[in-house]
T-cell receptor, first 113, second 115 residues
Framework: GQQVMQIPQYQHVQEGEDFTTYCNSS?????IQWYKQRPGGHPVFLIQ?????EVKKQKRLTFQFGEAKKNSSLHITATQTTDVGTYFC?????????????FGRGTQLTVWP | EPEVTQTPSHQVTQMGQEVILRCVPI?????FYWYRQILGQKVEFLVS????????KSEIFDDQFSVERPDGSNFTLKIRSTKLEDSAMYFC?????????????FGPGTRLTVT
């Protein structure tokens, strides 16, 4: 079945350092979404990428969708303690699985002040 | 801002008991979903629901599970005979449409503990 792999599983950074998490799908995705989950919380939608090669920015966050629509990345510039949480990518299936989100395992980000 | 709500926030049950998890999706949304997240693991799709029927389900969603929209606002997940491995956080989500244009909004989750 369809799988979405995400690395690294954990990342510990000093405040001010950059952070990147990578997502890779076994099949072509219709789109990819990124979510942030704070400890004890629920996934909160950050952004959606639909087009091949798309790049979107939200302040210090940069999201990319690969040309083949099989991989994606989230880059945070100059992390802050408020960035702490687990970042999940979630790929949207195609055809009959269009409604389903396939989540990556998540990257748990810890930021030291 | 409209949000998905779920009750209860925490449910403890004994193995073999039936549980019903409740969700109130965002009012004008048409598609509803259940996901689960076992502690420390990724979020997994269970089922999607549209127009009063299941539109898609995963391998996890076996005969022990059922979903229902008993009235115009609630969306429920029933587990008939709970097992220890059903212990997880269960998230309900809703979206206006299932197409790529529309994001899914997640509720705060119900933590199910099976003892």
């Amino acid at each position: 079945g369809q799988q979405v792999m995400q690395i690294p599983q954990y990342q510990h950074v000093q405040e001010g350092e950059d952070f990147t998490t990578y997502c890779n799908s076994s099949t072509t995705l219709s789109n990819i979404q990124w979510y942030k989950q704070r400890p004890g919380g629920h996934p909160v939608f950050l952004i959606q990428l639909v087009k091949s090669g798309e790049v979107k920015k939200q302040k210090r966050l940069t999201f990319q969708f690969g040309e083949a629509k099989k991989n994606s990345s989230l880059h945070i510039t100059a992390t802050q303690t408020t960035d702490v949480g687990t970042y999940f990518c979630a790929g949207r299936g195609r055809g009959s699985t269009l409604g389903r989100l396939y989540f990556g395992r998540g990257t748990q980000l810890t930021v030291w002040p | 801002e409209p949000e998905v709500t779920q009750t209860p926030s925490h449910q403890v049950t004994q193995m073999g008991q039936e549980v019903i998890l409740r969700c109130v999706p965002i009012s004008n949304h048409l598609y509803f979903y259940w996901y689960r997240q076992i502690l420390g693991q990724k979020v997994e799709f269970l089922v999607s629901f549209y127009n009063n029927e299941i539109s898609e389900k995963s391998e996890i969603f076996d005969d022990q599970f059922s979903v229902e929209r008993p009235d115009g606002s609630n969306f429920t997940l029933k587990i008939r005979s709970t097992k220890l491995e059903d212990s997880a956080m269960y998230f309900c989500a809703s979206s206006w449409d299932r197409s790529t244009s529309y994001e899914q909004y997640f509720g705060p989750g119900t933590r199910l503990t099976v003892t």
